[in-house]
């Protein structure tokens, strides 16, 4: 392949990239293709007359490019009489790498080449589709980018914004047919059509209520499966689908949804059948042969990710004014999979705010730690903050300083993600709020590096008079206070600040924030406590509750206000609390706790 990249030089200046486009052959032949490079600034006038002055990301491609072909979304092909380019035009291909040992031949430009198996079932599903123009080229990453010239796989890796926002489609291959997946794929289209209508969505949670399953059985954890393939752990896929919105189509076998209609359904699972759709799930398990317990887990952290971290993000980065906050980057980085730890940053710099984004520059002769680095300063160049320091380095695992994130670093619960960025503005209950601002206007002093410290400006607050202990830590140290005053005049007011602090303040209203306190101190108390209706969500992970309470008797001896810990919790009447707002308090806690520790 050196020869053929050699031949088809990039240049920077012309946006250039290089795209392949796959010969139609018999079946029985190995599959060909033609490598070549283009310019995205070659379009035709027909297309610069009807979009002009436009910024390219002023709004969402998706309306521009549907706005160009008078196509509705779920058209896949361009116009054949009008393209934008006078090249044509081109789809970009998201999908798994897979293990490197394990490839096939195929001829790019005439020679015979090795590609992953993976992409190589990929292109041979692309090539044996009858809805893949055969006007359309293939933007393939392990193809088009000379993965051994650090240059320019820096260079093209900058550009991935660019390459998967301006891409007619974006085609997101799973894989091919294979645990019941084409059960999982009809289910996802009835749920989908279901969500148009509140009253039809409403209709099938209470018959699902009711224990009336009316999906094929198998269903549920075909869609499990499907949901838990590779794909859905690797990083780059973020912003592949992300950038690709409502023209990414995904590929299973001889299935094709689009992602939208995932989102859509997914959403319906979410909102409405998240407990109804337990029995269909358990049912199919059973049927199965297999644990429940063990593939409730997994299924719901696998929704989660799909529908919390992918899903709400593709609605956000669709929307006018959307933008992805730093944190939630730095968690789907430390939640996803890449071979490279420099990727954590570069494959996710096509969501980054572009202020911070336009201040890195991939580059692949740098360690993971500099890279880290380099993109913690650009965020305090860009946003005159060091907010980042919420997710500080503390265990070092990176090599980098202390004050910079380790985008490696696993953090908190998979209950929550970019709610809080996509709703931000929205006055809604306990959902994580944090505008705040501490300096009271005064100017921002710029932090500046010392060697391997941040020197920043700060105000004396207080000492830390006292240290409680974790667990689960490698040291169990418990510091206990020299004061011991009230400093809140009353024993109410005094629990009540208690619980506020144990999920670090963590919601906008703080009314029946005392229930934590209340919770069963025992295990035997609290499964005595879940058994009863309605405790379910607790019951379903005596695991993590166990947790809770090794934290408390951890710290049970802690002097708060001149009394032992164990004083000030009941450990009982949890049941006069609101049960919904006891179940968020208590989850608040754990992802308190997993910022305070991990």
Not at 4 to 27: G, K
Not at 412 to 424: A, F, I, M, S, T
Request: charged fraction near 25%.
């Amino acid at each position: 392949m050196e020869a053929i990249y050699a031949s088809q030089p990039l240049d920077p200046e012309r946006r250039q990239l290089r795209l392949i486009t796959i010969n139609p052959c018999s079946c029985d032949e190995l599959l060909s293709c033609e490598l070549s490079t283009y310019s995205l600034l070659d379009t035709t006038q027909a297309h610069d007359d009807l979009l002009p002055q436009r910024h390219r990301y002023s709004r969402s491609l998706t309306s521009s490019a549907h706005e160009w072909s008078d196509a509705q979304v779920g058209d896949l092909n361009p116009s054949t009489n009008r393209p934008r380019f006078r090249w044509g035009d081109y789809a970009a291909l998201s999908y798994v790498w897979g293990n490197p040992d394990d490839a096939a031949n195929i001829l790019v430009n005439g020679e015979q080449t090795k590609v992953g198996r993976n992409l190589f079932e990929a292109l041979n599903a692309v090539r044996e589709s009858e809805w893949f123009g055969n006007r359309m080229k293939l933007w393939i990453d392990a193809l088009c980018i000379n993965q051994q010239d650090t240059w320019e796989r820096g260079h093209q890796v900058g550009l991935m914004r660019m390459i998967y926002a301006e891409a007619w489609l974006v085609l997101g291959f799973l894989g091919p047919e294979r645990d019941g997946s084409d059960l999982a794929v009809d289910l996802i289209e009835c749920l989908a059509n279901t969500s148009r209508s509140v009253r039809a969505c409403e209709q099938l949670r209470d018959k699902m209520v009711q224990h009336e399953l009316p999906h094929p059985c198998g269903s549920w954890l075909a869609l499990d499966r499907l949901l838990n393939r590779p794909y859905w752990s690797r990083l780059w896929i973020v912003q592949e689908l992300v950038l690709g919105g409502a023209r990414a189509i995904l590929m299973c076998g001889s299935r094709r949804i689009e992602w939208m209609t995932l989102c859509r359904s997914l959403s319906v699972i979410h909102e409405y059948l998240w407990n109804p759709h337990d029995e269909a799930f358990t049912r199919d398990c059973e049927t199965a042969g297999l644990s429940v317990k063990v593939e409730v887990v997994a299924e719901s952290n696998a929704s989660m990710h799909v529908w919390k971290d992918l899903g709400l993000l593709t609605l956000l980065r669709e929307s006018p004014t959307g933008s992805v906050k730093l944190a939630t980057l730095i968690l789907l980085a430390s939640e996803t999979a890449c071979s490279d730890d420099r990727d954590k940053v570069y494959g996710l710099l096509g969501l980054m705010d572009p202020s911070i984004a336009q201040r890195i520059i991939p580059d692949y002769g740098k360690s993971a730690a500099s890279v880290y680095t380099d993109t913690a300063e650009a965020y305090i160049a860009a946003h005159h903050s060091v907010e980042f320091l919420r997710d500080a380095n503390l265990l070092d695992a990176s090599g980098s300083p202390s004050w910079v994130p380790d985008w490696k670093q696993k953090r908190r619960c998979r209950d929550h993600r970019p709610d809080e960025d996509v709703h931000e503005a929205e006055d809604i209950e306990g959902l994580e709020w944090r505008p705040y601002c501490a300096d009271s206007g005064l100017p921002f002093g710029l932090p500046r590096r010392q060697g391997p410290h941040l020197i920043c400006q700060a105000v004396l607050l207080d000492t830390v008079d006292g240290l409680g202990c974790n667990p689960e830590a490698k040291s169990e140290v418990l510091v206990q206070p020299c004061g011991t005053v009230d400093y809140y005049g009353s024993a109410e007011a005094m629990m009540e600040q208690l619980a506020i602090a144990l999920y670090a303040g963590r919601r906008r209203y703080h009314r029946d924030s005392r229930s934590i306190l209340h919770l069963p101190l025992t295990l035997h108390d609290a499964e005595t406590q879940f058994s009863k209706p309605g405790w379910e969500a607790f019951a379903r992970d005596m695991y993590d509750y166990a947790r809770w309470l090794s934290w408390f008797d951890s710290n049970a001896n802690f002097i708060v206000g001149g009394r032992e810990l164990r004083a000030w919790f009941p450990g009982h009447e949890a049941e006069r609390f609101e049960l919904g707002r006891v179940v968020e308090i208590y989850l608040l806690f754990f992802r308190a706790a997993q910022r305070r520790y991990c």
